[in-house]
């Protein structure tokens, strides 16, 4: 009996009317937990009743306590018939149930009917005792925290990361068993809520138990998915990366205001790390395998498809000793785990050495009943099956861990297309060791200190080849630059796993890189990125014939390849239209539907230094001596080439101009025209196994052969950029944009299309499609036109096929402003204020007991920085150092400059905007006198932030409303504050109903209403635990029907993200010491209620 | 491709004021479309009218999610579904609460009934305001109505509570419940120069001083009416025209007074006993519902006019006011002082502010 819940209810207000004659309702409260019930006395005829029961005690078991949520249903009493239900309030107690969350739960929660929605609040405190189990072979697994967030959540530090975790539990849905045909909607809806409550409550335990065995205390990236397979059952599945951490205890020491702000910075994504030097080797694109296995017995077996290339194939041969070595020490740190997946996007510094390219696998499975919920063999087997074949997809791209990893499933009927994707990559071994690594995680911006030390070691060693050893010795066995690393080829040159144009890295020119990057996480912090991102989506549709079970089965697996195929060339040509050479985020998702397939792949699109520039686009027709159609190809080739010189100046991509000479990469370089000519089976060394690719043509040559590929030039053209002022991303930052303002607005969109019936081909339903999503968009840009300048971050599209002939599109995202005139500004504000700083990055230091903290530091900590920013914008040493000094002319100072800018980061502020104009000029004045100083503006973007923030002090925050604000954000921070605090994960699963869909303003109406709802009781329960935001929301799913003939719609939506506690920077630095006691009891609105 | 369903929702609710006030003014969606299109949005900021559409149907629904909740503007406060800043919270109050003063001026002394509402259509055709508008405002009307009419203190202050409005619009709205309330005519031809603000302030000045309110904020009564007791008095004022003796000496006093100080001194001499007749009588005859109807026809007709067509200034008349009212007090026979000036000030007020064309 080691835990005893207490509840107390203390009162309700605006209930509805239950009683037509007196108007008013005779109220009380079922308190149910597990199997046991209280009640509270009536209290009669009020709309307002003050119940304000005796605290209600149930003794449990800590694992029930995990399982169970806290049931509370308001009634209307009756004298003469059945009581009357109000509504119904379930609570997650879980965050109560470790020791750094929430201490109680109080407030007012929506009261919710699923027929009705909310119908009144109610005001309930509710407490954990737990006592100290020490049964070992407890079934339970109090303690271990969980975080939606996909990165080393703020306030704490991973000490170790221990690596993959996932569950799944199985049940029968209550809606398709025999006794729904007799109870009401309501009792079934319920059923099924509870039903899900408890199993994910079941799960999370599970996951916690596996977690306490790897030795670990907290799960990250933990994302919890429903599988609504219908008749065969209900799966509720959940992935996650187990992690040891540290709570930053000393959240005070932050506190005094040099040092807090730049704390902040390694907090908000936002920051990227100045450039620093770049050296070494190569990386690869896209590595995708469609494979369709059926039920057990039925199997087809696509052969793997690998993107922009070819072979799938054995992994290459080791190539340096260096490499040797480093997949040694990786494999055995790796070796021992089944599965070496990580569901994070964003890590410390110095964790991915190499990124390989994006990995997906993809299987075909036939439903069958679940026969027994206690053995869930067969769904956990078919994502072994996957899993594994993410695995080896890595392992043939010489990597051996798998990063930004994710799974998905999309049902209709009884066929299921299971998806699993991420991003093969090398990782730090020493991060994944037990104990040797203390306080090497910081956080996962740690970019101060870590990051300082880190970048400029590897300045030096970038300088002076000499000094590799030491690094060697030191851990990183091949001192791969931060700013570059990553994108260095982790497989072998001489035996690629597919042909991929290497070059020598741009930015160090000692290793290798492919000319174009795919991956599924966010954007490195250390990257060096020229100009902004944006969101780029390749969207089709493929028809189907109807049909049953294997035969439709079989069906959708010939057409996936085809699918990915296409979905990854529409991202290639995007991409290249928009003049970048790299993805980050990228998330594919193919949806099923009755009589067709779509698929949704959306990604940031960034310009990395290290890649290639890319080549343009060359379109080519097919009867070449047709004088008109000669003229109409020159014409489109124009609009093309057009259009690319329009998204460069759009996104401000001026890559610094490489002079051939001194390039002197021994392999040549070609010239962007002669490369596009070039077709790829001459330059690459094909693979043996099935290549649908591009074959003899070069990606970047469209041929213009039938209509379709005049659509799909046409196609290619439409996406019309965002209105000026807009930016868009479906990553956590947006490179190139870094002063951000704290306003905030996060929003969910759903539109539900009817295409029309007639004609239906893949071309038309491709067209819809892709209006369909861009006047969403459009939609979204002219609402939010008030928070001009500002950027969508964490754009995320859902399609679903609801029906026949409906399509459903879903997007969250969140609008943030920024400041565009301090954006003008990057570059001065981190000169002038980097003397000052200099003090406080070493103080950071002394708490980063890195490896790296060598003495050059210590006493100079800049000097080394710059000379790898030097290096940075040179390409090649010294030479290039020189020609830098040397030329100060306008031409260099765009060239050199746009990098800088790219990656600076300057939060400041309004105060600055009357200045701005004064201070463009003295900026103009600097920039010019300080000829090669360039680089020192972006070196210490550190400081920016805190000067910006100092500045902010007087954001007004909207506090005088009776209801306290809770902000949202699909982010994993906020914008200008500072979280103090984790307090659980809220993971909420609602079903609304209505058979009176026309009064209540029809679909529109219905779903508006009901996804205002589920806001609202998200606020309700982060402000009942004591917090003010959701970080890292995600709305899971939306599966709305309707049937407008009996005037019915159902919905069901899932969301989740982490509850936190978060203080306005500007706040923190006017508290005194202790910030955390003063945010600690914000906003708990029942606070006339003490034990 | 049809949208069969498109809704924005946002974490803090997005309200928009120029479709906000769309919708207030009874627009239907396609109206409002085509009025923001007319108002040149499509070309600030480069969308489609698609978009428009959407984005309109978006904040109508909204709009008609929160119209619940402005029916009681405490709730807004509380509610839990929108989350909205305080400043936009009483902006949408205000908004909606605010009323065209040609339609209230239609509405005044008229009783706040179905009948009242039917005839909606011809109020809106006379003023111009769509008939939605109107149903709004009478319905707003209607609210603030019920839910102050059983309440003690002053009106004012009840609404302004209540509704969470801003004080000189919840002052507007205290003067039509309190016309509502006594129903006085306003609806006659020759009342027709006097705008809701000038029947406004009336109904200002008579809460301030003639209801039970004015004396004392417990006082059991509802604040609408005007005591019994207190019109019961009035009757007593009567005794300055009816005793001969007291109308001379009074005009004496005020002639004495006002001598060489205003323009009209000679024509004020001839009709002084008329109009010191109908100033007292106005006051004598409230205590019949009848008459009370007739308070401000009495005063227009009796004193106004007659005054006007021989050219009083304002200023004389506030002067000679001010002397009628001070007068008394030097008589020796009178001895209701305190009633006389309580029921002076008003009317004095009353005049003032209806004196012009």
């Known amino acids: ?1091 | 491709m049809t949208s069969d369903l498109d809704i924005f929702v946002g974490n803090t609710t997005l309200i928009d004021e120029e479709v906000y006030q769309l919708w207030l003014d009874g627009h239907s969606v396609a109206e409002a479309v085509a009025r923001r299109l007319r108002g040149g949005v499509l070309e600030r900021a480069g969308t489609s009218v698609a978009v428009l559409q959407s984005d309109t149907r978006d904040h109508y629904r909204t709009f008609q999610m929160l119209e619940r909740l402005l029916h009681a503007p405490p709730r807004l406060l509380q509610q839990l579904l929108f989350q909205i800043p305080p400043s936009r919270q009483a902006m949408l109050v205000q908004r909606y609460y605010a009323f065209e003063e040609s339609f209230a001026r239609e509405l005044l002394g008229k009783k706040l009934s179905k009948g009242t509402k039917k005839d909606l259509d011809e109020i809106s055709a006379r003023t111009g305001v769509s008939i939605k508008s109107c149903r709004r405002q009478f319905d707003n009307f209607k609210r603030v109505f019920k839910a102050v009419e059983e309440l003690r203190g002053p009106l004012a202050d009840n609404i302004q509570q209540l509704f969470l409005l801003p004080p000189p619009l919840a002052r507007d709205y205290a003067a039509v419940v309190f016309f509502a309330n006594s129903r006085f005519e306003t609806g006659k031809r020759r009342l027709q120069f006097l705008t809701f603000g000038d029947f406004a302030a009336c109904a200002q000045h008579m809460m301030l001083h003639w209801t039970q309110g004015a004396l004392a904020p417990e006082a059991a009564e509802p604040d609408g009416d005007v005591p019994k007791s207190f019109l019961q008095d009035l009757k007593e004022l009567k005794v300055l025209v009816a005793d001969k003796d007291l109308l001379d000496l009074h005009k004496s006093l005020v002639c004495t007074a006002l001598r060489g100080k205003i323009s009209v001194y000679n024509e004020m001499e001839a009709n002084f006993k008329p109009l010191s007749r109908a100033l007292v009588n106005v006051g004598g005859k409230l205590t019949h519902a009848r008459d009370v109807r007739d308070f401000f026809v009495d005063l227009v007709e009796k004193v106004i006019e007659p005054c006007r067509s021989d050219k009083w200034s304002p200023a004389d008349l506030r002067l000679f006011l001010g002397h009628y009212t001070a007068a008394p007090r030097a008589l020796p026979a009178f001895r209701h002082q305190a009633l006389w000036e309580r029921y002076m000030a008003v009317i004095t007020a009353c005049l003032l502010r209806m004196y012009h064309d």
């Not at chain 1, 003794?59 to 509504?87: K, W």
């Not at chain 1, 978060?1062 to 006691?1077: D, I, N, Y």
């Open chain 1, 1 to 1091: 009996m080691p835990g005893k819940l207490k509840v107390k209810i203390v009162a309700g207000r605006h209930l509805p009317v239950m009683d037509r004659a007196s108007d008013l309702t005779d109220a009380f409260v079922e308190v149910k937990f597990g199997n046991t019930t209280f009640k509270t006395d009536v209290y009669p005829k009020s709309l307002n009743p003050q119940w304000n029961s005796e605290w209600f005690k149930f003794e449990v078991d800590d694992e029930e306590l995990q399982d169970e949520p806290l049931q509370i249903t308001v009634l209307d009493h009756d004298t003469y018939s059945a009581n009357d239900a109000i509504g119904k309030v379930y609570i997650d107690i879980d965050p109560l149930l470790y020791s750094e969350a929430a201490t109680v739960i109080s407030g007012w929660f929506p009261i919710y009917d699923t027929i009705h929605g909310i119908r009144g609040e109610i005001n309930v405190v509710v407490k954990v005792d737990l006592f100290n189990d020490l049964n070992r072979f407890r079934q339970s697994s109090c303690g271990v925290k969980f975080f939606c967030t996909t990165s080393i959540p703020k306030c704490y530090r991973a000490v170790i990361i221990h690596g993959f975790v996932e569950e799944l539990v199985v049940n029968e849905d209550p809606e398709y068993q025999w006794i729904d045909r007799i109870r009401t909607p309501r009792a079934s809806n319920e059923a099924r809520q509870r039903l899900i409550s408890l199993m994910s409550g079941e799960l999370q335990r599970k996951i916690g138990l596996k977690v306490l065995e790897m030795r670990g205390n907290a799960v990250v990236g933990y994302l919890q998915c429903f599988d609504l397979e219908g008749e065969s059952g209900l799966v509720v599945r959940a992935i996650g990366t187990a992690c040891t951490l540290d709570k930053l205890s000393n959240t005070s020491a932050f506190l005094p205001a040099c040092n807090s702000p730049s704390k902040e910075m390694k907090e908000s994504p936002l920051v990227h790390p100045p450039s620093h030097g770049c050296r070494s080797t190569h990386n690869s694109p896209i590595h995708t395998a469609t494979g369709s296995r059926l039920t057990q017995n039925f199997s087809v077996s696509v052969p793997t498809l690998i993107y922009t290339g070819m072979g799938s194939g054995s992994a290459g041969k080791e190539g340096g000793p260096f490499k040797t070595l480093l997949r040694q020490q990786t494999q055995s740190a790796l070796e021992q785990r089944e599965f070496p997946f990580f569901t994070l996007t964003t890590f410390p510094p110095g964790f991915l050495v190499h990124v390989g390219g994006v990995v997906s696998a993809r299987s075909v499975k036939l439903l069958d009943r679940i026969h027994n919920p206690d053995e869930p063999e067969t769904r956990d087997a078919w994502w072994a099956e996957i899993r594994q074949e993410i695995k080896s997809h890595a392992k043939a791209l010489g990597c051996h861990a798998v990063v930004g990893y994710s799974e998905s499933t999309s049902i209709c009927e009884e066929v299921c297309i299971l998806s699993a994707s991420g991003t093969a990559a090398v990782l730090n071994p020493r991060f994944l060791q037990d104990g040797t690594m203390e306080g090497c995680l910081e956080q996962r911006l740690s970019w101060q200190p870590g990051f300082f030390s880190i970048g400029s070691e590897k300045g030096e060693v970038d300088f002076f080849p000499q000094s590799q050893d030491s690094s060697s010795l030191l851990g990183i066995e091949e001192a791969s630059p931060p700013g570059c690393g990553f994108c260095h080829i982790p497989y072998d040159e001489l035996n690629m796993p597919f042909p991929a144009h290497l070059t020598y890295c741009y930015n160090c020119r000692k290793q290798k890189v492919p000319d174009v990057l795919f991956t599924t996480i966010d954007l490195p912090v250390e990257a060096i990125v020229i100009g902004k991102g944006c969101l780029i989506q390749a969207r089709l549709c493929r028809l189907k014939k109807k049909a049953q079970a294997e035969a439709n089965a079989t069906s959708i697996s010939n057409l996936l390849p085809f699918m990915e195929y296409e979905v990854h060339t529409q991202l290639m040509n995007k991409l290249k239209l928009r003049g970048m050479n790299a993805l980050f985020g990228l998330r594919i998702q193919i949806t099923v539907g009755e009589n067709m397939l779509m698929g949704l792949a959306s990604a940031t699109g960034v310009y990395l230094a290290a890649l290639p520039t890319p080549g343009g686009i060359q379109i080519a027709g097919k009867t070449p001596n047709d004088g008109t159609y000669e003229q109409h190809i020159s014409h489109m080739q124009k609009k093309i080439n057009d259009t690319i010189a329009k998204n460069k100046e759009l996104y401000e991509i001026n890559p610094p101009e490489l002079p051939e000479e001194i390039i002197g990469s021994p392999i040549p370089e070609p010239r962007q025209r002669s490369r596009l000519l070039r077709s790829q089976s001459e330059s690459s060394d094909e693979v043996t196994e099935l290549d649908l690719s591009h074959g003899k043509k070069d990606a970047f040559v469209l041929e213009i052969d039938d209509t379709d590929a005049m659509e799909d030039v046409h196609s290619l053209l439409t996406d019309v950029p965002p209105p000026s002022g807009f930016y868009s991303c479906n990553t956590e930052i947006m490179p190139g944009i870094n002063n951000w303002t704290p306003e905030i607005q996060m929003f969910t969109a759903v539109r539900v299309s009817r295409l029309s019936n007639i004609n239906l081909t893949n071309q038309t339903l491709n067209k819809n499609f892709n209006d369909l999503c861009e006047n969403l968009l459009k939609s979204l840009y002219f609402k939010l036109r008030s928070m001009v300048p500002c950027c969508l971050c964490h754009v995320n599209f859902t399609v679903a096929l609801p029906e026949d002939e409906l399509v459903q599109i879903a997007v969250t995202a969140v609008a943030i402003t920024f400041d565009k005139n301090q954006a003008l500004q990057a570059n001065k504000a981190p000169t002038e204020k980097s003397q000052q700083r200099a003090s406080t990055d070493n103080e950071d230091q002394l708490q980063f007991p890195l490896e790296l903290c060598s003495d050059p530091l210590a006493s100079q900590p800049f000097p080394p920085a710059k000379e790898v920013l030097e290096g940075a914008s040179s390409h090649t040493g010294i030479p290039a150092a020189q020609r830098v000094m040397k030329s100060q002319s306008g031409s260099w100072f765009t060239a050199g400059t746009s990098p800088e800018i790219a990656t600076s980061i300057d939060y400041s502020s309004f105060a600055d905007r009357c200045n701005s104009w004064i201070e463009l000029i003295k900026l103009k004045a600097q920039t010019i006198r300080r000829g090669s100083i360039k680089t020192t503006a972006s070196l210490d973007k550190a400081s920016p932030l805190a000067e910006g923030y100092l500045r902010h002090r007087s954001v007004p925050s909207c506090t005088n409303s009776t209801v306290s604000v809770v902000k949202m954000t699909p982010l994993s921070f906020l914008p200008g504050a500072k979280i103090t605090k984790y307090l659980g994960i809220i993971n909420m699963f609602f079903i609304r109903e209505t058979t009176s869909l026309r009064e209540e303003g029809g679909v529109s109406g219905f779903l508006h209403a009901f996804i205002a709802e589920v806001f609202a009781m998200v606020r309700a329960h982060v402000a009942a635990l004591g917090g003010n935001a959701v970080v890292s929301y995600i709305m899971k799913q939306c599966v709305f029907m309707e049937n407008p003939n009996k005037n019915q719609a159902q919905c069901l939506i899932n969301v989740s993200g982490d509850a936190v506690i978060f203080v306005r920077e500007s706040e923190l630095e006017m508290l005194p010491v202790q910030p955390s006691t003063v945010v600690s009891q914000p906003t708990s609105s029942g606070g006339d209620v003490t034990t």
